[in-house]
């Protein structure tokens, strides 16, 4: 298995360290990127198989996750499923959390987030650590 990346999810230090902790005890199962960072390149779109690393605050590797689903979604059709799935707990509160997280992003890029701006959203899976210790690519 080869890593083909290495992330860390949320802003904070404190965020980076909770959010791992809930990949890796199976409470976060997916993210969401802004499309717009993959046609600028900014950020490299991953595939269905891939395998990520998710790092904590200090660079430490806590799991591998493995991509199991892709799909660009509009932010005003994010579900209550989607934001639980992220780890968020409920729908109110993920927009709560990522209205003025994507907000910052796309005004870093001189656009405005609507709710017609569409995210990139990633369903993931734990890979046991025994089969998760391979090489980086």
């Known amino acids: 298995m080869i890593i083909k990346q290495q992330i860390k999810f949320g802003s904070t230090r404190?965020?980076?360290?909770?959010?791992?902790?809930?990949?890796?005890?199976?409470?976060?199962t997916a993210t969401s990127s802004l499309l717009e960072y993959y046609k600028l390149g900014i950020k490299e779109l991953s595939k269905v198989g891939d395998y990520i690393a998710v790092l904590d605050s200090s660079d430490k590797r806590i799991v591998v996750v493995q991509v199991t689903r892709i799909e660009v979604i509009k932010f005003k059709n994010i579900t209550e499923s989607f934001a639980i799935?992220?780890?968020d707990g409920s729908l109110s509160n993920w927009t709560a959390i990522h209205h003025?997280?994507?907000?910052?992003?796309?005004?870093?890029?001189?656009?405005e987030?609507?709710?017609?701006?569409?995210?990139?959203?990633?369903?993931?899976?734990?890979?046991?650590?025994?089969?998760?210790?391979t090489q980086t690519g």
């Open 100 to 111: 003025p997280y994507y907000s910052d992003r796309m005004s870093a890029i001189g656009k």
């Open 14 to 28: 404190n965020e980076i360290d909770e959010l791992a902790q809930k990949v890796l005890a199976g409470e976060k």
């Open 113 to 133: 987030l609507t709710g017609d701006t569409e995210l990139v959203c990633e369903w993931f899976q734990v890979i046991p650590l025994t089969t998760a210790t």
């Open 85 to 87: 799935e992220e780890g």
